[in-house]
């Protein structure tokens, strides 16, 4: 009988004992989810991994993007002086871009002055990329909050940084590669709305590169004696009027060429006597017309009088930052020809890269900027992701 007693006591408190763990287990919420921590860590982690494959697809895609909008050398171009430029960046804070900043450079000149140094160039940080990338999403109205990503920041929100602290080391190099090459995106994307905002600027005055008078007396036919003089004001416009007339359609994609760039004369004349008069001519100039003379066709100032502008020596540096030529104003008078002429003058511009900012005129250009938004919004979503699952782990395992 007492032994019967002592093994029912032993029974009882080998049935109580599970129940009471279980209990205590469903009374406990926090021993429950604590077990699930782990499990929250790997599916982190395997976010992660999902995240860095989908920002090097991406990567992939904007390139082929860029080479399908401009031509495959000129994308190879764009990206191999992106890479030389951010080749000791060892985290997102680093990355840069380069430009020139054309403020002041683009105010109409005073008669008498000519442009005497290039603009300064700068450099784009990282924080000034995201506020480009940024304006960029803006006008394509997509609702993107590109400072999310922490480009510009050595941090990461409290939970991510959190979860990240806990799991192996190339987990975490995945990551901040994932996140470098994502901020890459964003750079190219700042890079187009940079030239775009540059674009409209120039819109108004354009480039002026001099504004330069030149008087003469000339005897026409042995024994008329007359002032000539011109003014000559010369711009670069990165947008230009419609060029039907002039060559058939739109200026075609200049992709860091000049070749084919526009520069407008503001042509001011002035014969003998009479009031100066104003003529606006339009002239594709940008190729090789060195050692010729090229001159506009002939203009009737007067009913006796004819006036041409002409262009002589024309000729680009090999580094196309300055521009070298001899312009001259014809006057033909009783079957006699006369000129006025300036002396050559060189030009200091950065010509190429005023030919990529007009380029962004072309909608080509536009909507490769748009899309390379559309592409960061979308690793956007799945970086935002990532950073809601981190926040659940820390919220219910303390992180």
Known sequence: MHNDMKEQKKTGVGQVLPMTLALAMAL??????????????DDIKARIGSLSS????????????????SSKDYSQKFFDAFEALNKSAKDATQLVNSGYNLAGFTSPLAEGKQQTKLPPKVTTTMANAEQLAQAAANEDNTK??????????????????????????????????????????????????????????????????????????????????????????????????????????????????????SLSYNTYYKWSDNNWEKLNLYQYLMSDTSGKEVCVPMFKATD??????????????????????????????????????LPTVTIPAPFGYLADVSDMKEKKMQDLKDKSVERIADLMGKHGDLVSKAQEWKAQCGG
């Not at 406990?28 to 499990?39: E, H, I, K, Q, R």
């Not at 989908?54 to 909008?69: I, L």
């Open 144 to 261: 993107l909050d590109i400072a999310q990503i922490r480009c510009s920041q050595s941090t990461e929100d409290a939970a991510l940084g959190a979860a990240l602290g806990q799991l192996d080391s190339a987990t975490t190099d995945k990551f901040k590669t994932a996140k470098k090459t994502i901020c890459k995106v964003v750079h190219v994307a700042a890079d187009l709305q940079d030239k775009k905002q540059k674009l409209d600027d120039l819109r108004k005055n354009g480039y002026p590169l001099f504004f330069l008078h030149a008087k003469d007396k000339k005897t026409f036919d042995g024994q008329y004696e007359r002032t000539i003089q011109f003014k000559l004001d010369l711009r670069l416009y990165a947008q230009y009027p419609d060029t039907a007339e002039i060559n058939g359609g739109d200026q075609k994609f200049l992709l860091g060429k000049v070749e084919d760039i």
């Open 54 to 69: 989908d920002a090097s697809t991406t990567e992939g895609n904007v390139k082929k993007d860029f080479e399908s909008a």
């Open 304 to 341: 006796s009088v004819s006036v041409s502008l002409c262009i002589k020596d024309f000729s680009l540096n090999s580094s196309k930052d300055s521009l070298k030529l001899k312009t001259s104003a014809k006057f033909k008078y009783k079957g006699d020809s006369k000129s006025v002429s």
């Open 28 to 41: 406990s919420p926090g021993l429950a989810a604590a077990s699930s921590c782990p499990a929250m860590l």
